[in-house]
């Protein structure tokens, strides 16, 4: 079978070589892998930002999406011809996270989904909604289960107010979601014309931060300066600020990323003050994953992105590292 592999850091390090395709074992399943998608995380994986002693080979992504070919022993949960998604930590599979639980983590820990076949445990796989392509299903192990896991730090009800950062995966998720849950959503991006594709998935009010840097404030007057109930934290310290004044008092925090680290203090007195709540997201257990599935499946949810055939691997994660993309960037495999 045919595998992207790095053995050192760096885009240009990818390599597409041959390995042997794997036989499942006891309580484990052969995919057949039809597509891929890429997140943040992969990206830092691969440039040696994430764990610069990740022992290499490695085989990147943790997110993909397609058959079961062949079942080994004991598997009671698939058969042959399912169509199936991998789970982010292949330990984690229900309850709180643990120490244990957090190792195996595809495509960090272990080898990840950006080969022709994977062979993982029966537990370290989902059945995918039967209305989404393989493309659409690879998009949510990682940034629809964060996102599901992200809105529910807000407790949220009908009629709340959510801020989304941007217009990557997880936050155009956490749009999509809790539009299916009834709440408003406002969101923030440095560009114009990603405003206008988020206005037709549903979003009710846009700013671009570029042009108009103090978001903090025009989240308070959307709401008629009550603040917003939850703000899906994309960023880091550089807007960590920000986000708590966006707050109404008792509001929460759902901090999902780093992609802003730029030095800031640390609001305490902020945070105090309006009773802030703060929950650090680190996308979710097997549980998780299903529930949101029922959720997708109930709300006919269609994720986006855009697609690349998965020869073009390098220039995907250079796409990722320009942060020019809109939803996810999926890779299809074949």
């Known amino acids: 079978m045919r595998v992207w592999q790095f053995s050192s850091f760096g885009i240009d390090s990818l390599e597409f070589v041959e390995?042997?395709?794997?036989?499942?074992?006891?309580?484990e399943i052969l995919i057949q892998v039809f597509a891929v998608s890429f997140n943040y995380r992969d990206?830092?994986?691969?440039?040696?930002?994430?764990?610069?002693?990740?022992?290499?080979?490695?085989?990147?992504?943790?997110?993909?999406?397609?058959?079961?070919?062949?079942?080994?022993?004991?598997?009671t949960d698939f058969k042959v011809g399912d169509r199936v998604a991998g789970i982010f930590?292949?330990?984690?599979?229900?309850?709180?996270?643990?120490?244990?639980?957090?190792?195996?983590?595809?495509?960090?820990?272990?080898?990840?989904?950006?080969?022709?076949?994977?062979?993982?445990?029966?537990?370290?796989?989902?059945?995918?909604?039967?209305?989404?392509?393989?493309?659409?299903?690879?998009?949510?192990p990682c940034a629809a289960v964060t996102a599901w896991n992200a809105l529910r730090v807000?407790?949220?009800?009908?009629?709340?107010?959510?801020?989304?950062?941007?217009?990557?995966?997880?936050?155009?998720?956490a749009l999509q979601l809790a539009r299916l849950q009834g709440a408003r959503v406002l969101g923030i991006s440095s560009s114009d014309e990603k405003l206008q594709r988020a206005y037709a998935l549903g979003l009710d009010a846009g700013l671009n931060y570029r042009e108009h840097p103090d978001w903090d404030r025009w989240a308070m007057e959307e709401t008629n300066g009550e603040?917003?109930?939850?703000?899906?934290?994309?960023?880091?310290?550089?807007?960590?600020?920000?986000?708590?004044?966006?707050?109404?008092?008792g509001g929460a925090i759902a901090q999902v990323g780093v992609l802003d680290m730029s030095p800031a203090p640390f609001p305490v007195a902020s945070i105090l003050h309006k009773q802030a709540r703060i929950q650090g997201i680190y996308v979710g257990s097997r549980q998780d994953f299903l529930d949101l599935n029922k959720a997708v499946t109930l709300g006919v949810l269609r994720p986006v992105g855009e697609n690349f055939h998965w020869s073009h691997a390098r220039a995907a994660f250079g796409r990722m590292e320009e942060a020019s993309h809109f939803g996810k960037l999926v890779l299809s495999v074949n």
């Open 227 to 249: 603040g917003v109930d939850l703000v899906v934290e994309v960023c880091g310290l550089g807007t960590i600020s920000r986000s708590v004044r966006a707050l109404r008092f």
């Open 19 to 27: 390995r042997p395709t794997p036989v499942p074992g006891p309580g």
């Open 154 to 173: 807000g407790n949220l009800r009908p009629g709340a107010n959510v801020l989304i950062q941007g217009t990557g995966g997880v936050s155009i998720f």
């Open 43 to 75: 990206l830092l994986m691969v440039k040696g930002q994430y764990n610069p002693k990740l022992a290499m080979p490695r085989i990147p992504c943790s997110d993909g999406a397609g058959l079961v070919q062949a079942i080994g022993p004991g598997v």
């Open 89 to 140: 930590m292949q330990n984690w599979i229900e309850g709180p996270l643990t120490s244990d639980k957090s190792k195996g983590a595809l495509g960090g820990d272990i080898d990840g989904m950006l080969a022709e076949f994977v062979v993982l445990k029966e537990t370290g796989a989902v059945p995918i909604p039967e209305h989404l392509s393989f493309e659409e299903a690879a998009t949510l």
